[in-house]
């Protein structure tokens, strides 16, 4: 099993589309976890941390299900500059300075 | 602030050659990170530092050797190039450890014939 899994997509949307991706970790020990997002050919850059409480930026909403192990992405009102790749990341356990990529999820917003 | 920066942002190796790929950052971060970018892969860490005098290996070491003398940069030696790292390189940096956000220079797109 993979460390972090994501479904690579791609995920074809219509502009104003709501749409989700899921993330699952193996280690039940992490203690961190990110959305980042990477435009084609470009750095990847953070789109939001993820809390344990759950965090919503704007039409952005992040998710943290422990007892699951996955994390959660849902994007509202789907725009067409919201086309990109969204790679989770998990930060490694305590005493090591690892983060572990996802191999992404391809977003397609289509006018 | 320039925040991270990596040069050549392309480069065109033979094989058997050798290249140092460049890494500076202006945020006075301690934590510092080499990976490497497949297509359709996710990003796999080739070295990381948290500190000046202080690296360690990530999961795919193999063929790469990095120094960090000061806490600005974070240069990554190939040594005697392969086809098998043909790849995007990515340097990223960090306030502190995996709790904290990484900030990711623009690349650096290697390709080895």
């Known amino acids: 099993r993979k460390e972090v899994e994501q479904d690579p997509g791609p995920f074809n949307v219509p502009e104003g589309a709501t749409v989700a991706f899921n993330c699952t970790y193996s280690n039940s020990a992490s203690q961190s976890f990110f959305w980042y997002r990477q435009d084609c050919r470009k750095e990847p850059k953070l789109l939001m941390s993820v809390y344990s409480s759950g965090n919503e930026d704007g039409r952005f909403t992040a998710q943290l299900n422990r007892a699951s192990q996955y994390i959660s992405l849902l994007i509202r009102d789907s725009k067409l500059s919201d086309s990109a790749t969204y790679l989770c990341?998990?930060?490694?356990?305590?005493?090591?300075?690892?983060?572990?990529f996802g191999t992404g999820t391809r977003l397609k917003v289509l006018a | 602030n320039a925040g991270v920066t990596q040069t050549p942002k392309f480069r065109i190796l033979k094989i058997g050659q050798s290249m140092t790929l460049q890494c500076a950052q202006d945020m006075n971060h301690n934590y510092m990170y080499w990976y490497r970018q497949d297509p359709g892969m996710g990003l796999k860490l080739i070295y990381y530092s948290v500190g000046a005098g202080i690296t360690d290996k990530g999961e795919v070491p193999n063929g790469y050797n990095v120094s960090r003398s000061t806490t600005e940069d974070f240069p990554l030696r190939l040594e005697l190039a392969a086809p098998s790292q043909t790849s995007v390189y990515f340097c990223?940096?960090?306030?502190?450890?995996?709790?904290?956000?990484?900030?990711f220079g623009p690349g650096t797109r290697l390709t080895v014939l």
């Open positions: 990341v998990v930060g490694a356990t305590s005493g090591t300075y690892k983060y572990i």
């Open positions: 990223a940096s960090s306030r502190s450890g995996a709790n904290n956000e990484q900030f």
